[in-house]
């Protein structure tokens, strides 16, 4: 059974400017069902996250 896991794919801005990561859900195989070890597969869910929640100050 895969695993849910996040890929950055780019940093955009918003509309006041501030600065968000556009992120892609990919499913993570772990090679019991003739995957490679570490394959992923992109899904078609997005989301957008703060930068600052991403990184320390």
Known sequence: MPED???SI???KNKE???????????????EHG????YTKPTVQ???V???QLTKS
């Open 35 to 38: 995957e490679s070890t570490g």
């Open 46 to 48: 997005h989301r957008l």
């Open 17 to 31: 400017g501030e600065p968000h990561v556009l992120q892609q859900k990919v499913e993570v195989y772990g090679g």
């Open 10 to 12: 780019d940093i955009i």
């Open 5 to 7: 896991a996040w890929q």
């Open 50 to 52: 703060p930068l600052t």
